[in-house]
């Protein structure tokens, strides 16, 4: 179970997702040769403050397959399973893993589909390997939707998606 940890202040930025002024996240040593825009990262303050830090890359079963995962070494397709309570800000950071150089977001969705509104506006900027970005909205109503990765034919082709439930 995921045990989601609200804190009051989450996120303060001024919703400018480009924003961040310190060190990347990450720890893998080298950008993506294929970054060339801006690198988005969060700060190890905005890091340490979300409530779910959720990774995206390649799932094992090779390079058709994407997906999602709370570990660099754990992404599945479908991807793991998001609960959260329903009515309450929630903060999340998505970090791209991909050994393969492929883009990709986070977008809570309705249903299945990639050309959907997303839900609360929770969608995060199309990041490339190496990257990370972060969110913050507030599921108001309770129910199971699902979050996807909204580029083309990732959800559909890729099985980039996973169920996320406001409970
Ligand atoms: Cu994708």
Known sequence: MLTVALMATACA??????SATGATPTQRPEPSPT????P??????????ADIVLM???APQGFDNGGFGFEDEEISSPGPTIRVPAGETLTIVLRNVSD???????????KKDESAEPLWEA???TIDPDEADIITFTPDAPGT??????????MSGHGMWGRFVAE
């Open 145 to 154: 939707y699902f979050y996807i990765c909204s580029l083309s034919g990732h």
């Open 123 to 125: 969608q995060t900027e």
């Open 100 to 110: 393969e150089f492929i883009p990709h977001d986070f977008t809570v969705v309705r």
């Open 40 to 49: 988005l990262t969060v700060t190890p303050e905005e890091l340490a403050s």
């Open 56 to 58: 995206t890359g390649e």
């Open 13 to 18: 930025s001024g919703g400018d997702g480009t």
């Open 35 to 38: 970054a060339q825009s801006t």
